[in-house]
């Protein structure tokens, strides 16, 4: 079966950004004119994905207001001609009637269960996990190789990319034993390891493509490191009974849930995005002249 659905866990508080993200949900920071979120579903939709999971969590209430119709703004706009670009740019944050759920996490318990809490929604069958802190620039879009990876492989696929060894403790990360192309074979894998134990120096990225017996192990999964229950540690019981690949997608990431990462996706989508591009090479160099 195909890959329809997508999980976005969307209820982190943000710590690493505050208090930016104090009242709007970091997900909804915009890097250029679009919130870090668009980028995502953009990416995930030209994955094929036709069905987006938001786990979402108290003050997050902003993002459903995002994707749906925002009548009186698009009343508005539609008024005046000179509008109609803007107009644009705002109606394709919609989703389409039926293509988004909203499950809530009422406890910040880990990653593994906030994936869990979209069970039911997702179902018995195969999905994407997308960490909306991540953007990730590629041609075509990083889940969209991930997805044509897994038509030939099948089973269960993460994306990894290498990080510098002293930040590999961040991160949950692979051990390889073989590789083909960008698909690697892994004898396992180890949510933040201290540097000198980490298996590897490739990190996990934040875009997974799951098999859903994964759910029934969340259920019983115990907490591990930071003392929450981790997707890593349910994946890594998943590669006992079924396939697993790491994949190094060809592109560019920016960790937008630090400061520098967040930083470096606005300048760099500011350099490409026609309406700033000239100003931002001009502002770069002033600068940096200092
Ligand atoms: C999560 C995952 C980790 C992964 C990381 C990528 O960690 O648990 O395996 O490497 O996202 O950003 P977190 O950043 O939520 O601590």
């Known amino acids: 079966m195909g890959i329809r659905k997508a999980v976005l866990p969307v209820a982190g508080f943000g710590t690493r950004v505050l208090p930016a993200s104090k009242a709007i949900p970091k997900e909804l920071l915009p890097v250029v004119d679009q919130p870090v979120l668009q980028y995502v579903v953009d990416e995930a939709r030209a994955a094929g994905i036709e069905h ?19 009548f009186e703004l698009e009343h508005a706009l539609g008024q005046k001609a000179s509008k109609a670009d803007i107009l ?27 994936v869990w809490c979209a069970k039911d929604i997702i179902g018995d069958e195969p ?28 089973g269960n696929i993460v994306a990894v990319d290498p990080v510098p060894e002293e930040n590999v403790s961040s991160y949950g990360v692979i051990a390889p034993k073989s590789r083909d192309g960008r698909l690697i074979e892994m004898s396992g894998m180890v949510e933040k390891p201290p540097r000198e134990e980490a298996p590897s120096n490739l990190k996990i990225t934040g875009r997974y493509i ?32 079924q396939s697993f690949h790491a994949f190094e997608f060809e592109g560019e990431e920016f960790d937008c849930g630090s400061k520098a990462g967040y930083f470096e996706a606005c300048v760099a989508h500011a350099l490409e995005h026609p309406e700033t591009a ?13």
Do not use: C, N, W
């Not at 979402?56 to 995002?66: L, Q, V």
């Not at 996990?129 to 099948?154: F, N």
């Not at 000239?278 to 160099?285: F, I, V």
């Open 52 to 70: 987006f999971v938001f786990v979402t969590g108290r003050g997050k209430s902003a993002i459903e207001d995002y994707f749906d119709e925002a």
């Open 127 to 154: 999905f994407a996990v997308l960490l909306p802190d991540v953007i990730l620039r590629a041609k075509p879009s990083a889940l969209a190789q991930m997805v044509e990876a897994y038509d030939k492989v099948g």
């Open 210 to 241: 799951l098999q859903p017996e994964i759910f029934g192990l969340l259920e019983d999964q115990g907490k591990g490191a930071g003392g929450e229950i981790q997707l890593t540690d349910a994946m890594v019981r998943l590669m006992e009974s």
């Open 278 to 290: 000239g100003a931002a090479r001009d502002l770069l160099q002033k600068y940096t002249k200092k």
């Open 88 to 114: 644009k740019d705002v109606q394709r944050t919609k989703l389409p009637p039926g293509a988004a759920s909203f499950t809530r996490q009422q406890a910040p318990l880990g990653l593994g269960h906030a």
